[in-house]
């Protein structure tokens, strides 16, 4: 089935798109933010487009030579945007970077009071619930609650930058966190924040030990079964760097079981939730990430960073989808169970996936680019069906994403030097698919 494609931005400049929620809950506006490229941190400002009229509005402009990017909205009214926001007035020794870059929200309709979302405070004692670095590619909670994101510590960049390692991070309504400013950095933030994942510098070989949590994905609308009939109410997926018994880096699904109290967030455990000056900070107390899978042993193991992918859970919760080659060196989707058990091949298609994807929300497809066309991949069959002819020149391969009504379908083309928005409609009877 090939459908029509609509280009919904024209501008001679760059719109690029988060890999996920960045459909207002209507499916009538979408969100961009206006970088470049994708090898510099330099948009000025967070936009939308209406699909109907074409139509962009400003929401957000940096200004005191700040820049901004990577916006997602939330998936309830009133409207929250959240976007990475660099430092103001960046200079030669503070510049944006990974640990140099926070999160901010807007509400509608106060798009000029822009709110920072996680607390910074370097100087010890540091503040329980503030970060001592940069979080970066915030997403809600598919109920609007709570937020998680990638982090990299400030404090142990400036003592060892090889311990300066990317985790997962986890922002709460609990209470807004203010700092005693003791250096003209730092600042206060809305939200409680605490890190949820582990790792270590130097993983044991063949251990589950990890050096680096990225790529993470909410678990469910509404979290998921465990194995002994639970309900976890919130949990979080991510891809871990493990190292082999033979040395290699082999990066694999984790997941961790979040407290479903948000008090619970302030429990501190063996180590403290702040860090020390020469340790990352530790997640709260219970909170334990759980390995899903074991790949070493293939002849290609390991979930693929190219495409670079973020994982996806069912909207039931059952299962996450992640990417990794086949026998023949082919990039496929593959399905874990949530809360444990053998992985299985999803696609066995003679074209590798060559983005990221998103899962609808009535758990029957995932989308993503194969074949330099938008394809539709149908979760009970593992049928992939092409939705866009193929193209010279494929789609952008950071984000494919469904719209909440699970109509349409947002992505990117780079046309004549420029990244613009595009989008298609499904039908609503599809026949005569198109397999890839």
């Keep these: 089935?090939?459908?029509?494609?609509?280009?919904?931005?024209?501008?001679?400049?760059?719109?690029?798109?988060?890999n996920i929620n960045v459909w207002t809950p209507d499916s009538q506006w979408i969100l961009f933010d206006t970088r470049p490229d994708q090898a510099q941190f330099l948009g000025k400002t967070i936009e939308r487009v209406n699909i109907v009229t074409g139509h962009t509005e400003l929401i957000y402009q940096a200004s005191e030579n700040a820049h901004v990017g990577v916006v997602t909205v939330s998936p309830e009214y009133p409207l929250r945007y959240v976007f990475i926001h660099g430092p103001e007035n960046p200079d030669q020794n503070w510049h944006y970077d990974f640990h140099h870059r926070r999160g901010v929200i807007i509400t509608e309709p106060q798009r000029s009071q822009a709110v920072t979302l996680d607390a910074f405070d370097i100087t010890p004692p540091y503040t329980i619930g503030a970060l001592r670095g940069g979080s970066h590619v915030h997403v809600f909670s598919p109920d609007g609650s709570r937020i998680s994101f990638?982090?990299?510590?400030?404090?142990?960049?400036?003592y060892d930058a090889r311990l300066n390692l990317r985790n997962i991070g986890v922002a709460v309504p609990l209470s807004p966190v203010n700092i005693i400013k003791q250096h003209p950095r730092e600042y206060s933030g809305s939200h409680f924040c605490v890190l949820v994942s582990k790792t270590v510098a130097n993983p044991e070989r063949g251990s589950n030990q990890i050096s680096r949590a990225y790529e993470e994905t909410w678990i469910g609308t509404r979290g998921y079964w465990t194995q002994d009939q639970h309900h976890q109410r919130w949990a979080i997926a991510f891809i871990g760097d493990t190292w082999s018994s033979n040395g290699d880096k082999v990066p694999e699904i984790f997941i961790v079981d979040l407290p479903e109290e948000l008090t619970d967030f302030q429990c501190e455990g063996p180590e403290p939730l702040t860090g020390t000056e020469i340790s990352l900070p530790a997640p709260p107390a219970g909170v334990q990430q759980r390995r899903l899978t074991y790949t070493s042993h293939r002849r290609y193991p390991g979930v693929v960073n190219i495409p670079r992918h973020w994982v996806r859970s069912s909207p039931d919760g059952q299962f996450i989808a992640f990417l990794m080659r086949d026998d023949q060196g082919i990039v496929q989707v593959w399905l874990v169970p949530s809360a444990g058990g053998d992985y299985r091949q999803l696609t066995f298609s003679s074209y590798s996936v060559q983005s990221a994807f998103s899962w609808s929300n009535n758990g029957r497809f995932l989308t993503f680019v194969m074949d330099n066309s938008i394809v539709l991949c149908h979760v009970n069959e593992g049928i992939v069906e092409r939705l866009t002819e193929r193209t010279v020149i494929p789609p952008c391969p950071e984000a494919v994403v469904f719209s909440p009504d699970d109509k349409k379908i947002a992505f990117m083309r780079d046309i004549d030097g420029y990244r613009q928005i595009f989008y298609v409609e499904l039908a609503d009877n599809p026949d005569n698919k198109e397999k890839v």
């Design 150 to 158: 990638t982090y990299n510590d400030h404090v142990l960049h400036e």
């Design 1 to 18: 089935m090939i459908v029509r494609q609509k280009q919904l931005t024209f501008a001679k400049r760059s719109h690029q798109l988060t």
